[in-house]
């Protein structure tokens, strides 16, 4: 069975980094597009970042270059460093595989103004 494991997140004060960890099983690494997802408290899920079998990285537009997407083939690993954290980055952190639909079950990262 294929699954998707973050960890990473906790409480941090605005300004400081995070780094968020996603263990992806081997069946879905080399054939899929993994991406971080966030949920904010009460709003939609929303796309952060996403990068490709090959490596290529997409961001969403808002996050002007303080997040970096990349993956770690021999860790089954895919990292999101998050710097420069703001208290609108707070929410739960989904890792997800694109064409497999599968979700991991999500790290909680909490920023203080």
């Known amino acids: 069975q294929e699954y998707l494991v973050e960890s990473g997140g906790g409480l941090v004060q605005a300004g400081e980094s995070l780094r968020l960890s996603c263990v992806v099983s081997?069946?879905?690494?080399?054939?899929?597009?993994i991406g971080w997802y966030l949920q904010a408290p009460g709003k939609q899920r929303e796309l952060v970042a996403s990068?490709?079998?090959?490596?290529?990285?997409k961001y969403a537009d808002s996050l002007k270059g303080r997040f970096t997407i990349s993956r770690d083939n021999s860790e089954n690993t895919v990292y999101l460093q998050m710097n420069g954290l703001k208290h609108e980055d707070t929410g739960t952190y989904y890792c997800?595989?694109?064409?497999?639909?599968?979700w991991g079950q999500g790290t909680q990262v909490t920023v203080s103004s």
């Open positions: 997800n595989a694109q064409y497999s639909d599968i």
């Open positions: 081997s069946g879905i690494l080399w054939t899929d597009v």
């Open positions: 990068i490709t079998e090959s490596g290529r990285p």
